[in-house]
């Protein structure tokens, strides 16, 4: 039973930093890939970072490059995005997902990804 539990969300300041927690099992995490997308209301939904925890290798989207890390932690099976310099814009409830296998690489697709988490509300303020 694969399962994704989103955590760390909460209210920040403008310029403020949080770290969301993606704690997961029921799958082999060194064979997967880990996405962070994030819904605002009123927006779709897009992909924030991503992860490829067979090669270790990272991909962000133009918004959050430079001040936003997503990073894993193997023996705990747990992926981390680390949200510094943080902007009202930044404001939404972020899901984390997960694949054994995507059609390409990097990968913003909510729909090849079968298996998500609950999301976890980031709130920015001004």
């Known amino acids: 039973d694969v399962q994704l539990q989103a955590s760390g969300g909460g209210l920040a300041q403008a310029g403020g930093s949080l770290r969301l927690s993606c704690r997961t099992s029921?799958?082999?995490?060194?064979?997967?890939?880990i996405t962070w997308f994030r819904q605002a209301p009123g927006k779709e939904r897009e992909g924030v970072a991503c992860?490829?925890?067979?090669?270790?290798?990272?991909f962000y989207t133009d918004s959050v490059r430079g001040r936003f890390t997503i990073s894993s932690e193997s023996n705990k099976n747990t992926v981390y995005l680390q949200m510094n310099d943080l902007k009202p814009e930044d404001t939404a409830v972020y899901y984390c997902?997960?694949?054994?296998?995507?059609?390409?690489?990097?990968?913003?697709?909510?729909?090849?990804?079968?298996?998500w988490g609950q999301g976890t509300q980031v709130t920015v303020s001004s």
């Open positions: 997902a997960t694949s054994e296998i995507l059609s390409s690489w990097p990968n913003f697709r909510p729909y090849e990804y079968p298996s």
């Open positions: 029921g799958f082999t995490f060194d064979d997967s890939f």
């Open positions: 992860i490829s925890n067979i090669e270790l290798t990272t």
